[in-house]
Each structure stands twice: as C-alpha cells, then as structure tokens.
C-alpha cells in the first residue's frame, strides 16, 4: 500500500503516545487520518496540527465506535489502514496483602474485567467494524483491500508479577492476530500485531532501559511508527507477530 493521499487511515488512542506518533507519521505521508480517541481537548488540537479529524469513541461500547467510524467515513471516505493503539494498563497481584493489617485480597475483578474490555474487546470491536468496511472497497493492483495494526505488548509473553489482566489482555491481542488474518485472508486484508511498553514511573522506565541490549533506551513513538508505515508499504508481511523491543525479555520484576 503507497500512503498518500488517496488513503484514508484511522488510529485509534490518536490523542497520545504511541497513537499521536502513528497518527503525524501517517499524515506526513500525505494521507488523511482520523484520531479515535476519549481525550476530546487533545485530540482536536491534533487532528488540527495534522488535518485530520476526530472522533471522540468509547472502544467498550459498539453505537460509539460505529459512530466514530460514520464520522470519519463521512470526512475520508472509507478507511484502508487502521491503527489499534488504544489501551490501559492496570497492575495488581493475583492475591496481596495489606501493608498495615495484612488482610488477603483477590485480585479486583472488575479491575480484570475492564482491562480485557478495553485493550482486548476493544481492539477486536475496532478491527472487526474496520474490516467490515474495507471488504466493500475495490482491491488495489496488488489485490490488497486494507491493513489493521494491533498493539500488544511484551507482556503478552513475558508477563510480570502483577500484569495477569494486562497480560491476558494483551496475550488475547496476541493470539487472535493469526485466525483473525486467517479470516480476512480472502478479503485482501492483512492485519499485524505490534507491541507497547505501557507507561510507567521513571525508576521502572531507567531499569528497563538499562536491561534492554540494543539499542539501550525505551522504545518512542517515532519507532512504533516507522514500523506501522513499512507494514503498510510491504504488503507481504501478514498475520505476524513483531516484538518491537530491543531483544529484551522481561524478569519476574
């Protein structure tokens, strides 16, 4: 797929992180791109740095992501790349104790439950309603139709002591990327998984830059992005799993 302009590309979690590095990456290419995202303030101000538009979207709830969709569509016209990179990260240990009475706690379910919701359900509700649209597209001379990017993490296989939900969460994103690239195969529809490093206190971000081999710093956004535009300037590359990470592998704590 050459981005330019006569793509259209959606990102969801546009209003920060690695979805606002995406999102200006995509529209310096010269295609039109829509910011999903909650943060209305933020997410104005850059669809207006980068002519785009957004849409404020709930990813939980299908009437907000259709919604959101109707909108862009109606600005674009019909999305061929689209961008999952919003998410939460959440930490808590299967069983804890209190510090000051030593009271046992199960791990918050609701907590659990929201964590899959938005970072698994999420990403599947936005990749399903995008897929569904770029089926009605013609196919380019290649026969491809469109590219969805999920965002995991390194979690997914190298979970920490206190990430069981962010973990599940993201080894779901993980697990679903072959059947569902599976699915959309015939459709000409790739769809990739890429990781990310959730946000974290400076002490935890200095320790795991100092474990990374190479290069020796967290990952930024510009690195994300530069990956998702050569998935979609490669059109061979499909239904793969690529760990963003610098070799690290992740230790119990």
């Known amino acids: 797929m050459k981005l330019d302009g006569s793509i259209a590309a959606v990102v969801t979690g546009g209003a920060s992180g690695l979805g606002e590095g995406t999102a200006r990456a995509i529209a310096a290419t010269g295609a039109r791109v829509a910011l999903f995202d909650l943060n209305e303030e933020r997410g104005e101000a850059i669809a207006a740095e980068i002519g785009g538009v957004f849409c404020k979207v709930d ?35 299967t069983v ?26 999420g990403t599947f509700r936005v990749l399903s309603q995008s897929a569904a649209g770029m089926v009605t597209l013609e196919p380019m001379a290649d ?71 190479f290069p020796s710093r967290l990952g930024t956004p510009a690195d994300y992005a530069s990956l998702v535009l050569e998935l979609a300037r490669n059109v061979y590359i499909n239904g793969e799993c690529i760990r963003l990470d610098g070799a690290i592998r992740l230790a119990p704590r």
């Open 143 to 213: 026969g491809e139709r469109g590219l969805i990017v999920n965002t995991a993490s390194v979690a997914a296989q190298d979970g920490q002591i206190g990430q069981a939900a962010y973990s599940a969460s993201k080894g779901g994103v993980y697990a679903m990327t072959l059947p569902v690239a599976r699915d959309l195969a015939q459709e000409g529809i790739g769809i990739m998984w890429t990781p990310m490093m959730a946000g974290m206190d400076q002490k935890i971000q200095d320790a795991l830059a100092a474990a990374i081999p």
């Open 59 to 93: 990813v939980t709830d299908d009437a907000s992501v259709a919604a959101a969709f109707a909108k862009a569509r109606a600005a674009h016209g019909q999305e061929r790349l689209t961008v999952n990179c919003a998410g939460i990260a959440t930490g808590q240990k």
């Open 96 to 121: 804890s104790r209190k510090k000051d009475t030593g009271e046992i706690r199960a791990h918050d379910m609701a907590g659990f439950e929201r964590t899959v919701r938005v970072n698994l359900f």
